[in-house]
């Protein structure tokens, strides 16, 4: 007798065009929020109020892979450890945290402010903080699912620079550094963990656990937005 069709597992192209599909619909590309700011109507209050409290998402990132990296199978620590090195960098003056800096710099915020999160709104903390939490309490392979929004991620890196030349020149090209790291560092990262999560999400009910898992870091950032456009209104 065959199995159920309706339990069975989706073949792994099927998955992973469903979590396109997902993201398609719900990555926070399409959130007002970031609408403006590609449509250049953000005020510089407004990316500022945004840059400082992405910086501390930028800085919870490195601590949520540090979680998953506990969970991992070695044979893929060795990999997933380089993505804390980019965000951390390997001396002073390197990583993505640094580029950010630049970044806020660049928009006029100053670096010990952003440091010590003094523009930090609760609701965006609430958010970040939702993302390890997340990491924490799930499976390895739920928490590298979580990730796979880097497959949208580049697209919006491209967009963003473009946006940032075109509408925000007084933004020096200087402080664009972090977006143009990330076209080519998310598109890696994407390609790496897409293949172990198709392969390792072998039962329906699994399935549907990475597509929670992808759903659910959608809704992280989207809260993220709503809290940051909600005290930085036009």
Known sequence: MGGD????????????QRIRDLLAERYHDRHPFNRRMHEGTLSPEQLRGWAA????????????????????PWEYRREWIRRIIDHDGTRPGEGGLEAWLRLGEALGLRRADLLEHRFLVPG????????????????????MASSLTELSAPSIMAVRISAFEEHYPWVEPEGLEYFRSRVTQGSRDA?????????????????QAVLRA?????????????????????
């Open 5 to 16: 069709a309706v339990t069975d597992p989706w073949p792994a192209d099927v998955l992973e």
């Open 124 to 143: 965006a903390r609430f958010a970040c903080d939702a993302y390890v939490t997340f990491v924490r309490d799930h499976s390895w392979v739920e928490g």
């Open 214 to 234: 992808v759903a659910a870091k959608c809704d992280i950032l989207g809260a993220f937005l709503d809290a940051v456009a909600g005290t930085f209104p036009a």
């Open 191 to 207: 390609a790496y963990a897409l293949p172990i999560v198709l392969e390792h999400a072998g039962t329906r009910e699994a399935q």
């Open 53 to 72: 409290n992405r910086f501390y998402y930028q800085q919870v990132i490195p601590v949520k892979d540090a979680v998953l990296l506990s969970k991992l």
